[in-house]
């Protein structure tokens, strides 16, 4: 059957439900239609409103086609929603849609059912996180209809709510949008975990580790970043030498850090990141201590940029460490971007400890792992670059360290009192 082109219509809702088609694939249509003429039928409703078929249609009359091929949809063109429900799904199930224009199809034609169903999409039944009864309707019904299972309607109805909120996110990819939305939501919650902790301010402790922990609340560290003292000899590559080199007992470091995470692990929050600094000499050694108490994701790689003499004809020259991160929990990244395992950053060239780390390094894992005014926890805190970095990055720390001498230079560095000395301050004023 065919009709004249100017006695159609287009349908009024066409071009706040379907994108026109990109140049290069509408020129393409149009010089086939212009070879072949239009294959594919319209369809229209009795009263010769188009449902399908807008672009061919738009196309006959630029070639000037007197009449085009029609079938006639037998459709109440006044039941609103059995014609958007008609539409949506003629081109969910017939036209090539990224997934982009596919889940606004399909998130829209849910909303179809749900006002079918006596439902509003503003509404708060929808925006509980549990189903109701009413959106398990809907959302059964919808995947049924569009051949997708509902968990798909689920990510199709928030990528548009989404792209509603903040229109500038449409450019983007539909996976990229929706997990930058569960990025916002996860440090929104950890946001407001953080007004209702009382973690400690800034606090520097001396002494054994083991025993100052008991200074450190309960389930209150967001972030543990610790670089312990292996049974590894080490000399500064650089020579300085008023430093010692490290010289501990393999036994007596693995067991000082099982020791140390069972005790720690109450201290973090359930949801929470641990970061530990190894060398690939201990790192099967370690690597189980630290299963027993958290679940390792990653190893990444810091590549120092600098190499150490060692020998120089028989092995390969080391510049880089290992530092394991292991979670607790669900705690994400928040990072403002998804970072790779490598990370370049250059040595310190300073002489207050031999194995002392970048701040720059600290401070990307730091704000990787939390927000601020979170807890970050360092109980190997040498010489105190973990407390500069939160410091930095507005986060609360607690820094405990077994020398004296160290602890004075955490003190200089960071122009804090440990608790003794503010109180002995405090005291004298």
């Not at 009359?61 to 949809?73: A, G």
């Not at 009413?134 to 989404?162: C, F, P």
């Not at 009382?198 to 209150?220: F, H, P, T």
């Not at 099982?258 to 190894?278: A, G, N, R």
Request: glycine letters at 4%; hydrophobic letters at 35%.
């Amino acid at each position: 059957m065919k009709i004249k082109t100017q006695e159609l219509k287009p349908y009024k809702l066409n071009q706040e439900l379907f994108d026109n088609l990109p140049k290069d694939d509408y020129d393409s249509l149009k010089l086939d239609i212009e070879k072949n003429g239009i294959k594919t039928e319209l369809h229209i409703t009795k009263r010769k409103t188009i449902l399908s078929g807008h672009q061919r249609w738009q196309i006959a009359k630029e070639l000037k086609m007197q009449e085009v091929p029609i079938k006639i949809v037998n459709i109440n063109e006044d039941d609103e929603l059995k014609v958007k429900e008609y539409v949506i799904l003629d081109n969910v199930l017939r036209r090539h849609l990224n997934t982009e224009q596919k889940y606004l199809l399909i998130a829209t034609l849910s909303e179809v059912y749900e006002v079918g169903r006596g439902g509003d999409r503003h509404s708060e039944e929808f925006k509980k996180d549990k189903l109701s009864s009413l959106k398990e309707d809907v959302l059964e019904q919808t995947a049924k209809a569009t051949g997708v299972n509902e968990k798909t309607v689920q990510r199709a109805r928030e990528y548009k709510k989404i792209i509603e909120e903040k229109p500038e996110l449409k450019k983007e990819k539909a996976s990229v949008t929706l997990a930058i939305n569960r990025k916002e939501k996860h440090i929104h919650k950890i946001m407001e975990e953080v007004k209702e902790l009382s973690a400690e301010e800034m606090g520097i402790y001396e002494g054994d580790c083991l025993k100052e922990l008991d200074n450190v609340k309960d389930n209150s560290v967001a972030c543990l970043i610790i670089d312990p003292p292996y049974g590894i000899d080490f000399q500064s590559n650089f020579k300085l030498a008023k430093h010692d080199k490290i010289l501990q007992d393999n036994k007596e470091a693995f067991n000082l850090l099982d020791k140390s995470l069972e005790k720690v692990k109450l201290k973090m929050l359930k949801d929470s990141h641990t970061y530990i600094f190894t060398h690939w000499k201990v790192f099967e050694h370690v690597k189980p201590i630290i299963e027993k108490y958290f679940e390792i994701k990653n190893t990444l790689i810091w590549n120092k940029n600098n190499w150490s003499m060692g020998d120089l004809e028989g092995n390969y020259a080391e510049k880089y460490e290992m530092i394991i991160f292991a979670t607790q929990g669900k705690r994400k990244l928040v990072g403002d971007s998804r970072p790779v395992n490598v990370l370049d950053f250059e040595r310190t060239t300073n002489t207050n400890h031999p194995t002392e780390k970048p701040v720059e390094l600290l401070k990307e894992l730091i704000k990787n792992s939390t927000v601020e005014g979170e807890l970050v926890l360092d109980y190997f805190a040498g010489s105190g670059s973990t407390m500069i970095a939160t410091k930095e990055l507005n986060r609360k720390a607690v820094a405990i360290e077994i020398k004296k001498e160290y602890v004075d230079i955490i003190k200089s560095r960071t122009k804090q009192y440990t608790p003794q000395d503010k109180c002995e301050v405090e005291k004298e004023e």
